[in-house]
């Protein structure tokens, strides 16, 4: 008989003689693949010693859609709809790396204007998908009016985005050698309306959400992930931040337009008593990075130049014998893109390494010991989408 | 975390049941203030129609009284949702041109889209030369079976829609 004593070294609740009676077999229960949850089609199995988790297993691959495999019959330019596909939330920074590892290896110059217009269009997906995360991360422990207020930004930017591109979620916008459509201005009138408003939004969430009491202790010291386990299995971005390392890419290995923006880099730094690498910590600092992407759009607007918005890309794209890494910071960590060609029209292989696949690793080791309400919270604050996780 | 037990005072304990209340009462102003003066943001559907913007990728359209049967968007889908096929005029008949003045040298034969498999990413419409493929505005189509979904443009009753798509009045109104 498996009990929660032979059952794991991490499961150690405190013993006392009460829970010494209350011991007991353990119960195997499927979290997902349906559970609103999940955030998706991820399944937990979960060993439960009453309300306490002893083990939880994910299970992945229920949206496999076998894209690595299948992009090696595509051109190039018919690989960016299926690499919107991975992460739908946030579509445009996906389609970005995938971009840039493309021109590097074609040596492709991206008009000036092109990059002042990647570069609004990323930041304003990071906030529409930190939108989301904090939408769904407050109804997950129990808030629903956060989630419209957060739905009604969100929409905002993906109108916008639905008049550049067309579609409202998979955009196939970013093309290689620039960008598709020109931004008008009136656009970007627009979105400088939206960053005035926006602002009054965010101190509206921090009163209605970040201060609230019983978040607060729904979310502090639980699913603490720290530095050297983040260190340990290689987690990135969010996460990362969480955890108190000051690690961006858009700062540390400055990609794009970047290095010529002016934005600090928001870390967990424990306040609100909370614990550095707590679940509070990483949603803190989703919120604290979409203060920080409204000023990256603020210097973009003040800044932006005329021109055209595509370059000189040839009609048949062939790339070169050789490989690419490139890596870019998503809104939910680090993507990186591993593009090898042989010189033909198609690639030879194409690698995505997903930062949620990275998160979702980490569950087993956080989940031992908590309560399953916990449980929920900790899969809430690490915000995956599963389309990226199983690609 | 559950097995943590943290001890806590008397004072600290009242102090956090009162910070509870208050600041839920903080959120709960904020939410009742949107009784007044905030307007719907919600439509009612099947009375009230969106207008689309220009660029909106919904159902595609060929004007094939427009199509030289170039494949190019065969070539270029990458689902392969389009089926294309066509032959060559004989020589003694006219060619006839399409509205910018490009010879139609080839007779279009057939001119299917499986809707169903296409993913709306737009790389057809960018490709063809002529202009005749292009995303429309509509956006109800929902059929039954899986077969009706595929639309023989070639067809009198999808030819049709050229009126309503191509016209200058725009396709639904608000």
């Known amino acids: 008989m498996q ?263 928001p870390v967990g730094d424990g306040d609100r008593d909370a614990m550095i690498g707590d679940c509070y910590s990483r949603y803190i600092v989703r919120m604290k990075e979409m203060t920080e992407s409204v000023k990256i759009i603020r210097q973009i607007l003040d800044g932006i130049e005329s021109g055209p918005v595509i370059g000189k890309v040839p009609k048949v794209i062939k790339l070169p014998k050789g490989e690419v890494y490139m890596r870019t910071e998503c809104p939910r960590g680090e993507l990186g893109i591993h593009l090898v060609s042989d010189g033909g029209k198609t690639p030879y292989r194409l690698k995505v390494k997903s930062p949620c696949f990275t998160h979702t690793s980490m569950l087993p080791e956080i989940a031992p010991g908590q309560l399953i309400a916990d449980f929920v919270a900790s899969i809430g604050s690490i915000d995956i989408v599963l389309g990226e996780v199983d690609r | 975390m559950s097995t943590n037990v943290e001890t806590v005072s008397v004072k600290e304990y009242f102090r956090s049941i009162w910070q509870g209340v208050s600041s839920t009462a903080k959120g709960m102003w904020i939410t009742f203030r949107y009784v007044w003066g905030n307007k719907p943001v919600t439509i009612e559907y099947p009375e009230v129609r969106e207008v689309l913007p220009e660029r909106a990728r919904m159902r595609l359209f060929n004007d094939v009284d427009n199509c030289i049967s170039c494949n190019m968007c065969a070539i270029t889908c990458p689902v392969d949702c389009i089926y294309i096929s066509s032959e060559k005029r004989a020589a003694d008949q006219e060619v006839p041109k399409t509205d910018d003045g490009t010879p139609m040298r080839q007779v279009l034969t057939q001119y299917t889209i499986d809707t169903a498999l296409c993913c709306y990413c737009g790389l057809c419409t960018t490709v063809c030369p002529t202009e005749c493929l292009t995303h429309s505005n509509d956006y109800e189509f929902a059929q039954y079976t899986l077969g009706d979904m595929k639309y023989d443009y070639l067809s009198d009753d999808v030819r049709a829609w050229k009126q309503r798509i191509v016209g200058k009045e725009p396709v639904y109104r608000r």
């Open chain 1, 3 to 265: 009990t929660w004593e032979n059952s794991g070294e991490k499961f150690n609740p405190t013993q006392t003689a009460e829970t010494e009676k209350l011991k007991s077999e353990l119960l195997t229960l499927n979290m997902g693949p349906q559970h609103p949850a999940t955030h998706g089609v991820l399944r937990v199995e979960i060993k439960t010693d009453s309300e306490v988790v002893a083990h939880a297993i994910p299970h992945i691959g229920y949206l496999h859609r076998c894209m690595e495999k299948h992009s090696e019959n595509l051109d190039y330019r018919g690989i960016i709809p299926f690499v919107d596909r991975m992460d739908y939330l946030a579509a445009m920074n996906q389609e970005h790396t995938y971009v840039m590892a493309v021109e590097s290896m074609l040596g492709t110059e991206v008009p000036r204007r092109a990059e002042y217009i990647r570069v609004l269009i990323l930041e304003l997906q990071r906030i529409a998908s930190h939108l989301m995360a904090f939408g769904t991360y407050a109804l997950d422990l129990g808030a629903f009016s956060p989630f419209l207020y957060a739905f009604d930004e969100r929409e905002k930017i993906l109108r916008l985005f639905e008049e550049l591109s067309g579609a409202r979620l998979l955009y196939n916008y970013i093309w290689i050698g620039g960008v598709w459509n020109d931004i008008t201005s009136a656009q970007l009138y627009r979105v400088k309306e939206f960053c005035d408003h926006f602002e009054e939004e965010l101190k509206k969430y921090d009163t209605l959400v970040s201060q609230n009491k019983i978040f607060r202790e729904r979310t502090r010291h639980v699913g603490i992930m720290d530095e050297q386990m983040c260190y340990a299995y290689g987690a990135t971005g969010p996460v990362l931040r969480g955890a108190g390392v000051k690690w961006d890419l858009r700062k540390v290995a400055p990609y794009s337009l970047y290095g010529e923006l002016d934005f600090d880099v």
